[in-house]
């Protein structure tokens, strides 16, 4: 194997991307409930690769971190000041008992364990399951005024450190938040999920919902016998989930108003969401014949994204849009998707919308541009990227960075990679507003993101693989162990306030916890054992705030450790 090692350590940048195939192939194996990533398989990849002696110039690692926590910014800024509101906030509580109880449980480890600043770092990464905190920490022993040689060693503790806690930390919050949680709550989260999915206007038959299954759907029925029904009328029986598109008598299509009356033989086209028309057409008497052939009405349905602007659709539910003498979208204009973040939220008649969802309308092109100006601006889509906007954003991050403050004799700052994180976030919570402008297309973003956090822990992994089995021996299972602690410790914080204090269901306190922990792994699990995805509706509003303060706490935890270890 010895020229498999010269080649490697003499073109680095084939090491670079064997580990990042090798990692990403690796993280896509599921164990049950459990998936690596691919994030963190290409970690382990590295480490065993620097084991040859592979390294790469520093700078290549500085810079893709830096395209990744700008992106990191960018993408979560919209949700991050979206959810700075009393109800965000009100949830956002359990993100606080998360860094305040990680913070105290790695200092106490610190202290009692004697762990250098690197390690310190590296067990709050993994057992919070936070990437970025790793490049923040990273960065901010960088500045720290010790030899060269010392300070490499504390970054490479960081990555190893990382890689252990992560992997037992992830495979904890996964199970407890699935299995465990519920034992002590005493509740069958199933039931429970069915609960809260029925009491927001679902149907039970529909809370496993498959994609095979077309959220949007047109039928034609035939009147039969009631004669003497108004449009007003079956309308009303969709329950703002659908609205009559069109009307033929005696083989003519005719104008209709809601105080049209319905003659036996009328065929009316109904289209709504697929809940709301199987309703109506249960429990209306008189509909006859049902057809899914809408030809005959020659009916044309156009669909419009939009970014939610409207402050005054801000908390009122997808049934309220259309209610109301004032409303803000007509009972013809439908719903057809709500985003929120990277996460597709469950088109119940009771979600409340957030400032900053992503919208999709469908409707008649006559109806469907007011509906758009009421509630927000159109979505630009475009595949071109603004390079200078996300250059620009990463200098002033950089340029932030470099300023510091003393708290005592302690000398805080951003470091670059936490005003990366900030310019990011500024700048994609102004997109937002504006998305109408030409910017950075979220498949850009997730790509600078996926990519430029990859490549930058393939970079450290290759320069931390000869010191990584020297931290393995002299601490051994105590890091494991503590990386379990520290999962299960603040999410079991979470749960009693929670429960008992904030009174929060199941699925929505369970789902936050997850969010908390930034583990989308952990959400999967509990979704799946819920059987809907009301989960989703904590994990949005936790995972936008932890995403943005968990990496913040990098520079915090390398000075705090640093004062505890006695550095």
Same mark, same amino acid.
């Given at each position: ?153 504390? /970054? ?55 994609? @095979? ?106 049934? /309220? ?141 290759? @320069?931390?693989?000869? /010191? ?100």
């Amino acid at each position: 194997m010895g020229w498999v090692g010269d080649v490697l350590r003499a073109h680095p940048e084939i090491a670079l991307f064997l580990c990042l195939s090798i990692g990403y192939a690796v993280g896509q194996i599921r164990f049950g409930p459990i998936q690596l990533g691919g994030i963190c398989g290409t970690l382990i990849a590295a480490l065993l690769v620097g084991q040859l002696g592979v390294t790469l110039e520093a700078n290549v690692k500085n810079v893709f971190f830096m395209l990744f926590i700008f992106a990191l910014g960018y993408a979560g800024g919209p949700q991050f000041f979206a959810n700075l509101n009393a109800k965000g906030l009100r949830i956002g509580l359990l993100c606080l008992i998360e860094v305040v109880v990680v913070l105290a449980l790695v200092l106490a480890a610190t202290h009692f364990m004697k762990l250098d600043v690197g390690t310190a770092a590296g067990l709050m990464a993994g057992a919070a399951t936070e990437s970025a905190v790793v490049g923040t920490a990273t960065d901010a022993i960088s500045k720290l005024a010790l030899p060269a040689e010392q300070i490499h060693q504390l /970054q490479a503790n960081v990555v190893t450190a990382y890689s252990i806690t992560y992997i037992f930390g992830l495979i904890t919050i996964v199970v407890v938040t699935s299995q465990v949680f519920p034992l002590i709550l005493r509740v069958n989260l199933r039931e429970e999920a069915e609960k809260l999915w029925k009491a927001m206007g679902g149907r039970e038959e529909d809370s496993g919902t498959s994609a @095979a299954a077309p959220e949007l759907v047109g039928r034609v029925y035939e009147i039969t016998s009631d004669a003497g029904g108004t449009v007003a009328r079956l309308d009303e029986r969709l329950l703002a989930g659908g609205s009559m598109q069109g009307l033929i008598r005696g083989g003519q299509r005719i104008d209709f108003t809601p105080d049209t009356r319905f003659e036996v033989g009328d065929r009316v086209l109904v289209v709504g969401h697929r809940r709301a028309v199987v309703d109506m057409a249960t429990a209306a008497a008189g509909l006859g014949r049902e057809s899914a052939d809408t030809g005959d009405f020659g009916l044309v349905l156009q669909s419009a994204d939009l970014v939610l602007r409207n402050k005054a659709a801000q908390g009122q539910s997808l049934r /309220q849009l259309s209610e109301g003498s004032r409303p803000l979208v007509g009972r013809s204009v439908l719903v057809a998707r709500v985003e929120r973040g990277t996460q597709l939220m469950p088109l119940l008649p009771e979600l409340t919308l957030q400032l900053g969802d992503k919208l999709q309308l469908v409707g008649t092109a006559q109806e469907l541009a007011p509906a758009v100006a009421a509630l927000g601006e159109p979505v630009l889509k475009s595949s071109k990227t603004n390079i200078a906007l996300a250059s620009i954003g990463i200098v002033l991050g950089v340029w932030i960075g470099m300023f510091s403050a003393k708290f005592g004799s302690i000398a805080m700052s951003l470091g670059t990679g936490g005003g990366a994180l900030l310019t990011g976030l500024v700048f994609g919570w102004y997109q937002a507003r504006h998305p109408s402008r030409l910017s950075i297309p979220e498949d850009a973003a997730g790509l600078l993101k996926d990519i430029g956090l990859a490549t930058f822990i393939a970079c450290v992994g290759l @320069a931390s693989g000869p /010191q990584a089995l020297d931290l393995v021996r002299k601490y051994g299972v105590s890091l494991p162990l503590m990386g379990v602690a520290i999962a299960v410790i603040p999410a079991f914080c979470s749960l009693l306030v929670g429960h008992r204090l904030l009174k929060f269901e199941a699925p929505v306190l369970l789902g936050a916890i997850a969010g908390q922990q930034c583990s989308t792994p952990a959400l999967s699990a509990i979704q799946s054992a819920a059987g809907n995805t009301t989960p989703l509706l904590g994990y949005t509003i936790t995972y936008a705030i932890s995403n943005v303060i968990l990496p913040l706490m990098g520079p915090i935890i390398v000075a705090l450790a640093g004062l505890v270890a006695g550095h």
